[in-house]
């Protein structure tokens, strides 16, 4: 029986409140912070924030492997619940017993142990880069609605967006949700929980501005391989 779904899951308690506070300190003391940018560049008006894209550089390099880590582990959940994901746009087949291959469906993909389903992940996507932002409390935002999907210069990488995700590091403020336009709802930060949902305009969002309390966040996306990894060149 087919169940209907808006495909926006939060999972809860995916990284620790430790890990959160250590992740928040570090980017307090950090001399990378600089204004958030949109794919157009700085506008406040846009996007109000502080940000420090942290896979540009080496000494986070453990908190990237932490993150990505904590979004695999929500993404294959994700994945085992919305195969077509990866089923879509590729035709994936599987090695049987015997030798011979067969095509793989959703059934198969979540009747997938864990170690079948990191290597089909790492076959179909790869991991964006993350990063950390900060928005102050009573003026921080991103109130523009936007998705994750657009024409860039720079090969098309955000075309490649197969989902966003956004780890909440703190919930001591009011307001601040993630909010969905088409689908009607309202994501409350809390801490540690991952949110993961579609990148194309389906699912446009926006951030709202927190009250009483600065809200920081991880955010990133898993993306598609490129066709030349995924085909090669020929």
């Not at 993404?75 to 879509?88: D, E, N, S, T």
């Not at 076959?123 to 102050?136: D, E, M, T």
């Not at 809390?190 to 990148?199: D, N, V, Y």
């Not at 996306?221 to 030349?228: D, F, G, I, S, T």
Request: glycine share 8%; aromatic share 10%; proline share 4%.
């Amino acid at each position: 029986m087919v169940t209907s779904s808006d495909f926006i899951e939060v999972y809860d308690q995916a990284l620790t409140p430790e890990a959160c506070k250590a992740l928040i300190e570090r980017f307090q003391a950090s001399k990378h912070v600089q204004r958030g940018e949109t794919g157009s560049g700085v506008d406040v008006s846009m996007k109000d924030s502080w940000d420090i894209a942290i896979s540009r550089h080496p000494e986070w390099a453990d908190a990237c492997t932490q993150l990505n880590q904590t979004v695999i582990a929500g993404f294959k959940h994700y994945l085992r619940r919305y195969a077509h994901l990866a089923l879509a746009p590729l035709k994936l087949q599987m090695n049987q017993p015997d030798g011979s291959t067969a095509l793989l469906d959703a059934d198969g993909v979540a009747a997938l142990d864990d170690d079948h389903l990191m290597g089909l992940i790492a076959k179909v996507f790869r991991p964006g880069a993350i990063n950390l932002q900060r928005y102050l409390a009573d003026q921080g935002g991103y109130p523009y609605w936007h998705c994750e999907q657009y024409p860039r210069l720079d090969q098309g990488e955000a075309l490649h967006r197969a989902v966003l995700w956004t780890v909440y590091l703190n919930d001591d403020f009011e307001a601040g949700e993630t909010e969905f336009l088409y689908q009607g709802r309202r994501i409350a930060p809390r801490t540690g929980s991952l949110l993961i949902a579609p990148g194309g305009f389906t699912h446009t969002h926006r951030g709202n501005r927190p009250r009483g309390g600065d809200k920081y966040i991880a955010t990133s996306w898993v993306l598609y391989q490129r066709a030349e990894s995924l085909f090669g060149r020929g």
